[in-house]
């Protein structure tokens, strides 16, 4: 079992950005020499980096105005088909300079350091052109240049049907499959494609259109499924080897059981439940009980969950998930980290791993989730560097 906190009296050396040990400090001393900094973390609850597997941290523009239509009675469906959800930031984000992108994430990404979070996932998907779609992806290169936040970029030029295609829909997936996708993958700016497989999205042929031309073109697969209808999208995922598939609120019976035999991981956003008011939270204790691998992301979009960072989460997705505070910190790191392809290089403290750290002023794990809100890291650490300190 990797590491998961650190025990009571350890201390963590690290060097060249990587953890070169994990014992009781006193040992660690000896080891570390006297030029060594130290951070002395008082006692405090220190784990390993956070990781949030499944973002839309750039876009432009904002969706408060919808969240009141919701709170008054719409549908994010309703919105969404009537020219707003998705379709706005389309527009917000077309007319945003890929300079004016970065900006408003910049500030977003500040917010995961200082929660505790190390590592991101970053999906394009608001541009919708090979051109926008690609401002995008190197809007999420810059971010992750400028700031000490790990990025891993994925491709979402299937996120909705612009209205432009609407009827004529298979030439949008055309575009997709011929243009955006060899554009994206010969410019190195995506490690994985995803498309939205839902009701009012993609249907499940289009989506495995998608998904083999990515697969072809050397990106790794993500899938958004099973959020509003099941339309068969977490068995194509894990028939085409999928790295997670996301959403699952209403997966089916077959969907876990699919899920429960393959590598390919759960990814929950019960943030995303929570903010469009529904009661219908995915199965989390059907699908580790069936012996699922289990992560849990923050889904921050402008949307449906404008949520300040995955710590924010902790204690209501634990809720309603009915995960165990253990559970729940092995699903935002080293389960996370599988998702991404890096549990060899993040997710856990153990020597070999990159030295990201998150010390929260709390003394144990259960009093991680028993405080809630949008509790700031009393420290944060990537690669053995101080980059957030409360
Ligand atoms: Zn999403």
């Given at each position: 079992m990797a590491e998961k906190t650190l025990a009571r009296g350890d201390a963590i050396l690290a060097r060249d950005g990587v953890i070169a040990g994990v014992a009781p400090r006193a040992d660690l001393e000896k080891r570390a020499g006297a030029e060594c900094e130290t951070l002395d973390c008082g006692g405090r609850l220190v784990t390993p980096g956070l990781v949030d597997c499944h973002t839309h941290l750039i876009y432009g523009g904002s969706r408060a105005d919808e969240y009141e239509m919701r709170l008054a009675g719409a549908a994010y469906m309703e919105i969404f088909e009537a020219g707003g959800g998705i379709h706005a930031t389309v527009r917000d984000t077309r007319a945003a300079s890929e300079d004016e992108l970065v900006a408003s994430a910049r500030g977003r990404v500040e917010v995961l350091l200082s929660h505790g979070t190390t590592t991101a996932e970053v999906k394009s998907g608001y541009g919708l052109t090979t051109q926008e779609e690609l401002k995008m992806l190197r809007a999420a290169a810059r971010l992750a240049e400028e700031l000490p936040l790990a990025v891993v970029p994925t491709f979402l030029g299937a996120h909705a049907i612009p209205p432009d295609y609407a009827d004529r829909r298979g030439d949008f997936v055309a575009l997709l499959t011929g243009e955006m996708i060899p554009a994206v993958a010969g410019a190195g700016l995506a490690e994985y494609a995803d498309v939205f497989c839902d009701r009012g999205a993609f249907d499940l042929g289009e989506t495995r259109a998608v998904l083999a031309a990515a697969r072809d073109a050397g990106l790794k697969l993500r899938l958004h499924a099973d959020e509003f209808e099941a339309l068969g999208g977490t068995e194509l995922a894990v028939e085409l080897g999928a790295a997670s598939v996301d959403h699952l609120a209403v997966v089916t019976d077959a969907g876990v059981k699919a899920l429960a035999s393959s590598d390919t991981v759960a990814v929950l956003l019960p943030g995303t439940t929570v903010f469009l008011g529904?009661?219908?939270?995915?199965p989390a204790r059907p699908l580790i009980d069936a012996g699922a691998l289990v992560a849990v992301a923050s889904d921050h979009n402008p949307g449906s969950c404008h949520v300040a960072s995955l710590r924010a989460i902790l204690t209501p997705a634990a809720t309603y998930l009915k995960m165990k505070p253990a559970e729940m910190l092995h699903a935002v790191t080293v389960n996370a980290a599988y998702s991404l392809g890096r549990a060899d290089r993040i997710g856990s403290l153990e020597p070999g791993k990159a030295a990201d750290v998150a010390v929260f002023d709390v003394g144990d794990v259960n009093e991680l989730f028993y405080d809630w809100g949008p509790t700031r890291a009393w420290a944060t650490v990537v690669g053995g560097v101080v980059v957030h300190r409360d």
């Open positions: 529904s009661s219908r939270f995915a």
